[in-house]
Nanobody
């Protein structure tokens, strides 16, 4: 059974940082293209960042460039999202996604709330 389990979310103030983790099991992690997405209240889910099977290919949404960093550890079957200088607009539930050869898996998400 494939599982993607996100962790690391929480309540922070503007300007603070969080590191999200997504631990995968039940799949050959190194084959999968991994990404982080988020969904704010009343909005559609949007791509935040993605990373190829090796760390060479990485893309970011314009709204997070220079503040967020995605990385992966294939040995630990985990993908990370380091978030810095958080703003109110970063408040959302953050999901990780694994994709390979038309197969897609989603985690259940971890909430991030940025509030003063």
């Amino acid at each position: 059974q494939v599982q993607l389990i996100e962790s690391g979310g929480g309540l922070v103030q503007p300007g603070e940082s969080l590191r999200l983790s997504c631990a995968a099991s039940g799949l050959t992690f190194s084959r999968y293209f991994m990404s982080w997405h988020r969904q704010a209240p009343g909005k559609e889910r949007e791509l935040v960042a993605d990373i190829g099977r090796l760390e060479g290919r990485i893309t970011y949404a314009d709204s997070v460039k220079g503040r967020f960093a995605i990385s992966r550890d294939n040995a630990k079957a985990t993908v990370y999202l380091q978030m810095t200088n958080l703003t109110l607009e970063d408040t959302a539930v953050y999901f990780c996604k694994a994709a390979y050869a038309g197969i897609i898996y989603w985690g259940r998400g971890t909430p991030v709330t940025v509030s003063s």
